[in-house]
């Protein structure tokens, strides 16, 4: 990106991004494509949540119970990914670790298989791409795994990518695009000289909206395989004993290990988290209790209300001026990110709403837009 200390270097802006994060710079990158003057705002860009995201971009396994619409469009943007992890890579030469070798979700006890096959069966329900596997089938595809494993599932069109990786990319598709960045934090939107604002902050948003979103803490492992060479190549996710971990083998012998899920926005690593999630996991695969611990981190997601993200035009409580807002991801805010980047600027170039988008407007929350909504449903 090319920074400067105040505004659009050539006059005002069409659009001011702000936030710095995948979802920020994947914004900035599409407005900026659509030959808007694009301005983004972040003191420190790529140093919220994204910083520790594990990366998986898992539609199937990350659906759940009464999130159907959310699910479809996790179903949406991880379509997107194939071509948009391509077009990154072509524009800035840079490889972001995005990966198409599936998901095994394994399970140790009948208790972890009955609670498994309880989800199975509603993705299934769902059309969604899943294969059950018994023990030895299991085994074939990931010989290391332990041997206690009892049955699992393989979500072919769950992928990774590597989110550091990926906002590097798009710092440098942003430069060649022509955003500039402002290294400072905005206090107010209201301050800024553009056409239109988009607030993507991450957890930030808050103060900037006053819109419900509140920090969930993730405890989150790096560990290196000796000599780089990792002993499996699917992202595994585990029941384990009750416990729920995930590893994530990069090909540069990484692997990610997480995640706790707390509702409280510090970011203190603890020794408890990590004993769990290494025993979570070692029981899953007992060779990575040879691996190096090379990194143990936190960062808080940006939740909301129903877990869903908040997309879509917002008017500000103080001065009725109206924002976009992209926000709110969660879970998932990176296999969220191409159809955010290409939804948010649609409308910032003056596009009419997706439907797509019609679930997820930032204001469902408050009384007057439920009120609002059942007078016009103007989604139906
Ligand atoms: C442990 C963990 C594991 C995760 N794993 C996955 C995963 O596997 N798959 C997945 O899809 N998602 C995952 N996520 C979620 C994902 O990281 C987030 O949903 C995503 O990072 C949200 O992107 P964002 O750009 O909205 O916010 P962030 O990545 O948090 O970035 C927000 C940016 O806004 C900037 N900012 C904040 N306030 C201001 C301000 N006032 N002015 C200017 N700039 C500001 C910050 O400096 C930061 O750069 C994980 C998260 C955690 C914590």
Known sequence: MTATGSGHANGRADVAVVGGGPIGMGIAWR???RGLRTVLHDPAPGSGASSVAAGMLAPVAE???GEAELTRL?????????AFAAELTAVTGQDIGYRTD?????TLTGDDQREAHRLWAYQQSLDLPITLLRATAL??????LAPRARGGALMPDD???DPRRLVAALDTALDRAGVTVVPQPVTDVSTLDAQVVVVAAGCGSATLTGLPIRPVKGQILRLRAPAGAVGFRHVIRGYADGRHVYLVPRGDGEVVVGATVEERGDTTVTAGAVLELLRAAADLLPEIAEYELVEARAAARPGTPDNAPLLGWHRMPGDGRRVLVATGHHRHGIVLTPVT??????????ADPDPVLAPFQPGRFTAATRENAREKEPWS
């Open 102 to 106: 599936g998901t095994l979700v394994v």
């Open 139 to 144: 085994r074939e595809r990931e010989p290391a």
């Open 159 to 161: 992928h990774q990518v």
């Open 74 to 82: 996790l179903v949406d943007s991880a379509a997107r990914w194939p």
């Open 31 to 33: 407005c900026a494509q």
């Open 341 to 350: 980047a290409d939804l948010i600027a649609d409308l910032a170039a003056g």
């Open 63 to 65: 659906s759940h119970f």
